[in-house]
């Protein structure tokens, strides 16, 4: 199985400034890599595909990057909406051993 | 616009089956770019991928339920099922059902990008 880890477990950031949430795989996943957003009592949300895609609909302030095993998802200018849970997910198995990471927590600070 | 909705018992006894229905709208289930998903989440805890299938009914289970789950799919009611025999305490959660996208040229399955609402089942005597 492989294991993603994702740091910090919290993070405190103002409005308006940048957050950066990393995301560690225990072996390659290459880009096969998806980052969710999830508020309380609410399903998750894709927000990144293939490491450095955005889903449909997500504003230009969030970006992906890294491969291999290193990630990381940056939402610049942080707005309210933004603070949340969010979830890196790898799909590179085949057959499919799908795993995510524990979460960040990213609050207002 | 495409909406998953879950249904089923929000109250299990211990050893018991607990089984929940996806319901599809808005869209084609029976397509072959797309897998189903179930994914659940204990209160306070993260998210546990729990199985895929396929229109055909080809299914993908996590390992670590294999043994106790099965999955189905009927497309001409546009939903799918899971079946979680021999339940515990620790099976208590929230459970989402979603559609995964399809990489075509590879034929595997990737994120999930559609969800339900999720349905929180409690297994309790």
């Known amino acids: 199985e492989i294991v993603m880890t994702q740091s910090p477990a919290t993070l405190s950031v103002s409005p308006g400034e940048r957050a950066t949430l990393s995301c560690r795989a225990s072996?390659?996943?290459?880009?096969?890599l998806a980052w969710y957003q999830q508020k309380p009592g609410q399903a998750p949300r894709l927000v990144i595909i293939?490491?450095?895609t955005r889903a449909t609909g997500i504003p230009a302030r969030f970006s992906g990057s890294g491969s291999g095993t290193e990630f990381t998802l940056t939402i610049s200018s942080l707005q309210s909406e933004d603070f949340a849970v969010y979830y890196c997910?790898?799909?590179?198995?085949?057959?499919?051993?799908?795993?995510f990471g524990q979460g960040t927590k990213l609050e207002i600070k | 616009q495409l909406q998953l909705q879950e249904s089923g018992p929000g109250l299990v006894k211990p050893s018991e089956t607990l089984s929940l229905t996806c319901s599809v709208s808005?869209?084609?289930?029976?397509?072959?770019?797309?897998?189903w998903g179930w994914i659940r989440q204990p209160p306070g805890k993260g998210l546990e991928w729990i199985g895929s299938?396929?229109?055909?009914?080809?299914?993908y289970y996590n390992p670590s339920l294999k043994s106790r789950l099965t999955m189905s799919i009927d497309t001409s009611k546009k939903q799918f099922s899971l079946d979680l025999s021999s339940v515990t305490a620790a099976d208590t959660a929230v459970y989402y059902c979603?559609?995964?996208?399809?990489?075509?040229?590879?034929?595997?399955?990737?994120?999930?990008?559609?969800w339900g609402q999720g349905i929180l089942v409690t297994v309790s005597s």
């Open positions: 808005g869209g084609s289930i029976g397509t072959v770019t797309y897998y």
């Open positions: 293939g490491a450095s």
């Open positions: 979603a559609r995964q996208d399809m990489d075509t040229a590879m034929v595997t399955a990737r994120f999930f990008d559609y």
């Open positions: 072996q390659s996943v290459s880009s096969n």
């Open positions: 299938i396929y229109y055909s009914g080809r299914t």
């Open positions: 997910h790898q799909y590179n198995n085949w057959p499919p051993e799908y795993t």
